[in-house]
């Protein structure tokens, strides 16, 4: 199966969760908003100074020479105005308003004051240093959709228009457990025979970036009674199953088993590297992602389908990761029928072209290269490449963020 089959698949079972929460702005940071944000108000509410200056009538100023006009008033940001004395100006700060019968406002260092009276000279126009009404928001516009992940600036905008709550989606629940009996908790002494657990860290914090709940389940004996029960009690507390290892097609790999009947499963193999099988059903109604045990493969296979599916659940209209063009620095000769996913660094030369290059071990069991990389690139099935060539990255601020 290729990769966006088993996307296309995937997304088609992701149902945004329906419980809402109403949040305080600074809790909203990071969440999904659940509708849609529309403004009662303008902002800014009434035309207002962009600059120190003096707010005049621009019909007042000749055309050629200096004019000069009497000072009748002084407006400070906060204060309301009075309208202007026709023939004169107004001493007005940056964010108060204009006053009726001032068109303009002449920048402070662009005019001289003597005594009482301001000199100006043109040129000048109506609008002149005005920040109009509504010219950020008009009132009865939508600020922000519904199905964007809430960052700091869509708070200010919010808190803009007199929000101080929104509507977010709950995080969504998602258990984790690791499969293995060679898996030993870090911090314990390693015995022989055995290695450290690493994707449950990998998870997590995965997990964490994608602001879920994790509820985890541990490590997992490799044997199918452990293996059912442990299922059973994760799909009655979560939204979703997340494991990793035991997927594959030896004796020693339990998961499919226990899920089939428990639930149902499909078991693909995707024509990508590093991932290659992958288990995706259902416990009960809860969904199911067994992801293979290889550390890099649970990386590569949790960012390309399990993100995805988080997302649409969590109620985000875009869930793909954008990628970008860059200059590959290697060369990738032998072509395969797996779409590859290399872990990569971005530099940018003398030139100011931004090139990637690739970790030397790009084995799915090599960790090191997905904590050295910036981001993954993706070269498509049958594919070579040759330095020079432009090829599709996708960062991990992308995935992570
Ligand atoms: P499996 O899919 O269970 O056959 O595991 C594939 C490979 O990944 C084996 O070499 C496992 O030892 C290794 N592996 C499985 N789970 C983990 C884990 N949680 N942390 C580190 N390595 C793992
Ligand atoms: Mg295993």
Not at 38 to 67: C, F, K, Q, R
Request: charged share 20%; aromatic share 6%.
């Amino acid at each position: 199966m290729t990769v966006d089959d088993a996307l296309a698949l995937i997304l088609r079972k992701a149902v945004p969760l329906d419980e809402i929460e109403n949040l305080d702005l600074p809790r909203a940071l990071g969440r999904v908003l659940a509708q849609p944000q529309i403004s009662t108000l303008n902002v800014p509410p009434a035309d207002n100074s962009a600059m120190d200056g003096d707010a005049l009538a621009s019909g007042n100023i000749a055309t050629d020479g200096e004019t000069r006009l009497r000072v009748s008033r002084r407006i400070a940001a906060g204060q309301t105005s009075q309208p202007l004395i026709p023939g004169t100006a107004a001493r007005i700060f940056t964010g108060a308003p204009i006053p009726l019968g001032a068109d303009c406002v002449v920048m402070q260092e662009h005019c001289r004051v003597e005594d009482d009276t301001v000199i100006i000279s043109p040129p000048l126009h109506a609008g002149q240093n005005i920040r109009a009404r509504g010219e950020d928001v008009k009132s009865g516009v939508t600020i922000i959709d519904a199905g964007i992940k809430l960052r700091p600036q869509d708070l200010g905008l919010a808190a803009s228009i007199g929000l101080a709550r929104l509507p977010v989606y709950r995080p969504l629940r998602v258990a984790i457990f690791c499969t293995g009996d060679e898996l030993t908790a870090p911090g314990t002494d390693l015995m022989p025979g055995k290695i450290y657990n690493a994707n449950r860290y990998t998870l997590t914090g995965l997990l964490q970036a994608l602001h879920c709940e994790v509820i985890d389940f541990g490590i997992v004996p490799d044997n199918l009674a452990a293996t059912r029960t442990v299922l059973a009690a994760a799909a009655q507390q979560s939204d979703l199953i997340i494991t990793s290892g035991g997927v594959s097609v030896g004796d020693e790999d339990h998961v499919k088993a226990a899920v089939a009947t428990l639930g149902q499963i499909d078991m693909w193999r995707i024509a990508m590297k590093p991932g290659k099988p992958l288990a995706f059903g259902s416990v009960g109604t809860t969904p199911f992602f067994g992801l293979p045990g290889n550390p890099v493969s649970v990386f590569a296979t949790f960012c390309l389908f399990a993100r995805p599916f988080i997302l649409r659940r969590q109620g985000m209209v875009q869930t793909l990761p954008q990628s970008v063009l860059v200059h590959a620095d290697f060369d990738w000769l032998q072509s395969g029928n797996r779409r590859e996913y290399l872990r990569a660094r971005l530099h940018t030369g003398a030139d100011g072209v931004t090139r990637a290059v690739i970790y030397p071990n790009q084995s799915s069991a090599a960790l090191t290269s997905v904590s050295w990389a910036h981001g993954l690139i993706c070269i498509a099935e049958g594919t070579t490449v040759q330095r020079g060539q432009m090829v599709s990255f996708i960062p991990f601020n992308e995935l992570l963020a």
